[in-house]
């Protein structure tokens, strides 16, 4: 089964403290992404990746970052959290950057205190 | 600047009755425009993605049609589980993946 897995899915951490949220997926896909989806704001891009060590920033990369040393894995990584960082985080992947179908993780809630 | 613009916000139908919603975009260089239903605290689920203008795609109940400044998802005779929030996004020549806000539909039975 296509899957994209995120870890943890729910999260409260406080200011400061170092957190990375794991997605992994099953497709041997290329293309994976990372946004965060806020009450009336939309899902936002944080991070893209089109392959292994390939990547670049979307529309809010501020305070984040991410990594490709493997096809299958795109943490990312929140170096020093802070409140407005406070969100719903998704992964998602496809089949190259212009794959058909783009597949979402199940989403991971970060709180920031 | 790539802009994704959804209407309605939010909208309430009574079971069967159809209806279509709206996705209006400028992008450079369209390379794809995608749907998603999402349900409240759940990942976007893909339904279609349309590439050229005049293309058309369905699924069960749900149809989509693209022109070159919009695209339509159309609802025909809803049941109270096709309720969700069903995104619009359009990729852009860059590949970046822009989303609308969304629309909000509630069925009631």
């Known amino acids: 089964e296509a899957q994209v897995t995120q870890n943890p899915r729910y999260l409260i951490t406080v200011t400061g403290k170092k957190l990375t949220v794991t997605c992994s997926q099953n497709m041997n896909h290329e293309y994976m992404s990372w946004y965060r989806q806020d009450p009336g704001l939309g899902l936002r891009q944080i991070y893209y990746s089109m392959n292994v060590e390939v990547t670049d920033k979307g529309d809010v990369p501020e305070g984040y970052k991410v990594s490709r040393k493997e096809k299958r894995n795109f943490p990312l990584i929140l170096e020093s959290p802070s409140p407005n960082q406070t969100s719903l985080y998704f992964c998602?992947?496809?089949?190259?950057?212009?794959?058909?179908?783009?597949?979402f993780g199940e989403g991971s809630w970060l709180t920031v205190v | 600047e790539d802009q994704v613009t959804q209407s309605p916000e939010a909208l309430r139908l009574q079971e069967g009755e159809s209806s279509s919603l709206n996705c209006s975009y400028t992008v450079s260089g369209l390379r794809g425009l995608f749907w998603y239903r999402q349900d409240p605290g759940k990942g976007p689920e893909f339904l279609f993605t349309?590439?050229?203008a005049g293309e058309e795609k369905e699924k069960e109940r749900l149809k989509a049609t693209l022109t070159k400044k919009e695209s339509f998802l159309h609802i025909t005779a809803p049941k109270p589980e096709d309720s969700a929030t069903y995104l619009c996004a359009v990729r852009n020549s860059g590949y970046a993946l822009n989303f609308g806000k969304g629309t909000s539909l509630l069925v009631t039975p």
């Open positions: 998602a992947s496809s089949e190259g950057a212009t794959g058909n179908t783009i597949y």
């Open positions: 349309l590439y050229s």
